[in-house]
T-cell receptor, first 113, second 115 residues
Framework: DQQVKQNSPSLSVQEGRISILNCDYT??????FLWYKKYPAEGPTFLIS?????DKNEDGRFTVFLNKSAKHLSLHIVPSQPGDSAVYFC????????????FGTGTRLQVTL | GAVVSQHPSWVICKSGTSVKIECRSL??????MFWYRQFPKQSLMLMAT?????????EQGVEKDKFLINHASLTLSTLTVTSAHPEDSSFYIC???????????FGPGTRLTVT
């Protein structure tokens, strides 16, 4: 039972354009969401997070949007840069579960010149 | 800050042998460490949560006698894959939590290949 889903396994975006990565979840108990970036043979690197009390969080080129009613979140990267090419995972947790994270399946982003 | 290391970065072993993977928090004390497993092109699956000085909590479906976890200090947790089989071949990643916040810092992972 995949509680966190990233339906697009891959995405290709031109440099300078906006990248939008999507994530859907089914467990209504999730109240904290995170995005991680991962290069091959490396561990994930934390990018940005959002609590369920917010619907938007911004950090530089990265913005995460949360739509609780739709159980959907998205990560916007603008402008996209070639160094952003990696696999992006969304993750979710429930308060009080010692930060146990449930990860999505990942989306491979390729930023082309 | 918040650097997590893993050793070894890759290991090849024969079926039936045991392999130990170390996870260290280099510049902070980690009361909680997590062990994940990732199959090719798949998500990271949480295997167990390790708290310093106590027994690890395993996720459903993870054999605790096969994947031995020890968290002997605030900076070190180890995962031992016992009697390894080819199906145990995977990418194992640990993470550490600095405190009550939800942010986890991940190690670089260990590629295990069982022949």
């Amino acid at each position: 039972d995949q509680q966190v889903k990233q339906n697009s396994p891959s995405l290709s975006v031109q440099e300078g354009r906006i990248s939008i990565l999507n994530c859907d979840y089914t467990n209504s108990m999730f109240d904290y969401f995170l995005w991680y970036k991962k290069y091959p043979a490396e561990g994930p690197t934390f990018l940005i997070s959002i609590s369920s009390i917010k619907d938007k969080n911004e950090d530089g080129r990265f913005t995460v949007f949360l739509n609780k009613s739709a159980k959907h979140l998205s990560l916007h990267i603008v402008p996209s840069q070639p160094g952003d090419s990696a696999v992006y995972f969304c993750a979710a947790s429930v308060a009080g579960t010692a930060s146990k994270l449930t990860f999505g399946t990942g989306t491979r982003l390729q930023v082309t010149l | 800050g918040a650097v997590v290391s893993q050793h070894p970065s890759w290991v090849i072993c024969k079926s039936g042998t045991s392999v130990k993977i170390e996870c260290r928090s280099l510049d902070f004390q980690a009361t909680t460490m997590f062990w994940y497993r990732q199959f090719p092109k798949q998500s990271l699956m949480l295997m167990a949560t390790s708290n310093e000085g106590s027994k690890a909590t395993y996720e459903q479906g993870v054999e605790k006698d096969k994947f031995l976890i020890n968290h002997a200090s605030l900076t070190l947790s180890t995962l031992t894959v016992t009697s390894a089989h080819p199906e145990d071949s995977s990418f194992y990643i640990c993470s550490a939590r600095t405190g009550p916040s939800n942010e986890q810092y991940f190690g670089p992972g260990t590629r295990l290949t069982v022949t």
